[in-house]
């Protein structure tokens, strides 16, 4: 599987333009990172804590928004990588870049990056950030059968998300992983999105 998705990832960066990387429209870079066993690779995710003012409690990618000392966005990712889940850059493998996109609560642009961690490895969540780790397999996103549906704001809008034991996968974090697994592994997984951001209708 990992060899596949690195093949499909490779050609895509290869025809994309990767100025993305310095990208000034791009304000923020997060790391999907995948490891374990090569044919059924595991994904590192997090809880963020409930305490913040953004995205409270939800399960995110480790990453951040772009500051001045950032020499680009793949740093970006690298440094809050480090600083949310304590991974050194030097125990990932850039795997390439995947499309940048926006969460649906708001205008930022995110450009996620994907990488490979080798065993053996340690993670420490920043209490002031990260609430919890967690590593959802790869292979459960495939399934379909795992999808469902919930209403937001009284109604007006449904999502789709996934139950991992009782991780709440759902918004930008899952759309990212479902393009990546249909752009590497032709997963075919059709999800339903709202035609309008969240914050345009009220959130």
Known sequence: MLAT?????????????NSVIADK???????LLLHGDPS???????????HLNSHAGEVAFPGGK??????????TALRETEEEIGLVS???????????????????????????????FSLKA??????????LPLHFLL??????????????????YVLYKDYKIWGFTLKVMVDMLNSTLDAQIKLRYPSKK????GY
Not at 25 to 31: F, I, N, P
Not at 66 to 75: G, W
């Open 90 to 120: 030097s125990k990932i493998k850039l795997l390439g870049k995947l499309p940048t996109d926006s969460p649906l609560k708001n205008n930022i642009r995110v450009t996620p990056f994907m990488g490979w961690v080798d065993s053996p």
């Open 66 to 75: 772009k500051e001045s000392l950032d020499d680009d966005l793949l740093a």
């Open 40 to 50: 059924s690779p595991q994904i590192i995710l997090t809880r963020r804590a409930t």
């Open 5 to 17: 998705i690195k093949k499909q990832l490779k050609n895509y960066n290869s025809q994309s333009d």
């Open 25 to 31: 429209q791009s304000g923020a870079a997060v790391l």
């Open 143 to 160: 399934d379909i059968n795992h999808y469902q549906y919930f209403w937001l704001i009284e109604g007006k809008i449904q999502l789709p």
């Open 126 to 135: 920043n209490p002031s950030e990260i609430a919890s780790i967690f590593h």
């Open 198 to 201: 969240i914050h345009q209708i």
